[in-house]
């Protein structure tokens, strides 16, 4: 066994998915008349969500996807958000609605995910979608977990039979991803804050999923030699010189002396979300025909 981890690399993976996705997206277009549209709505001023939607936005111009994006000042009111998605579901131009998380505290988010119709969900968070993914019928996954999923594929990991421990809870990827890796046949466990002993848990993985938001949570001495482990914790952190860059939740050097496969952050599942999202938006587009 190599002393180093293959890192996993979302970044090469995304953009090849999304250079076929641009030639999907040419063919549709000829045969229906009209590109697959993306609504993302964003309400308030917070720098990291405003970066991550001119990134969405910028990702849907590249493949050919219409943005319908709308950015609401920080006192918008749940009812006219409501009355947006109302307007938005009826539009036969917008394939996929996102409101981009988090929203100001006013705001109740679960409401308005539930507003969105199930077949525009693109982010896959509708209590419906989560349903058919529990039920394993087709249907909008989970962006995140569904790029995990097939950044694991592309490598080609053996998911059967095979030890997985989910660290971390979320609704939008511990839970998830742990559906999916069942349907993959894996043995899952999900371990969270509460969890005793998470180092034993954790060194018993064949696959570990990181996704806390913790820095340096996953250390050297949790991890099984030879195990496949994804990061999905995305966490920015300044150094002295007041410099800021992006950590995940495994102490990535100490960790790549002794897993065989490994995430980068950045560079690892972030690439894939964004891309997952354009899948998504042409997957439910293509659903009307």
Not at 149 to 157: A, F, G, H, P, V
Not at 173 to 192: Q, R, Y
Request: negative net charge.
């Amino acid at each position: 066994m190599s002393s180093v981890a293959q890192l996993l690399d979302g970044k090469a993976l995304a953009l090849r998915m999304q250079a076929e996705l641009t030639e999907q997206v040419k063919t549709l277009q000829a045969k229906h008349g009209r590109a697959p549209g993306l609504a993302v709505l964003m309400v308030g001023d917070n720098p990291a969500s405003a970066a991550y939607v001119r990134n969405k936005e910028r990702a849907c111009e590249a493949v050919g996807i219409v943005s319908f994006g709308t950015h609401f000042p920080t006192d918008t009111t749940q009812a006219e958000l409501e009355q947006v998605i109302q307007t938005l579901n009826r539009d036969d131009r917008v394939d996929g609605i996102l409101v981009q998380l988090p929203l100001p505290d006013h705001l109740d988010s679960v409401a308005l995910l539930n507003q969105i119709h199930p077949d525009k969900d693109a982010d896959g968070l509708h209590p419906m979608n989560l349903g058919r993914l529990v039920r394993g019928e087709p249907g909008l996954r989970s962006c995140t977990p569904a790029g995990v999923m097939r950044l694991l594929e592309e490598y080609n990991i053996d998911l059967q039979g095979k030890q997985a421990v989910v660290v971390g809870r979320s609704i939008l990827v511990g839970k998830p991803i742990a559906m999916m890796l069942l349907e993959a046949d894996a043995t899952v466990t999900i371990a969270h804050s509460r969890s005793h002993d998470l180092a034993a848990l954790c060194r018993s993985a064949d696959i570990l999923i990181a996704a806390v938001g913790r820095q340096n949570l996953i250390t050297a001495n949790m991890v099984k030699p030879g195990a496949v482990v994804v990061d999905v914790g995305i966490n920015r952190i300044t150094d002295e010189a007041g410099k800021s860059r992006l950590v995940g939740d495994v102490d990535f050097s100490a960790v790549q002396a002794i897993a065989r496969y490994l995430t980068p952050v950045p560079g690892g599942v972030g690439a894939m979300t964004v891309t997952m999202l354009l899948h998504n938006t042409v997957w439910s587009y293509s659903q009307k025909f």
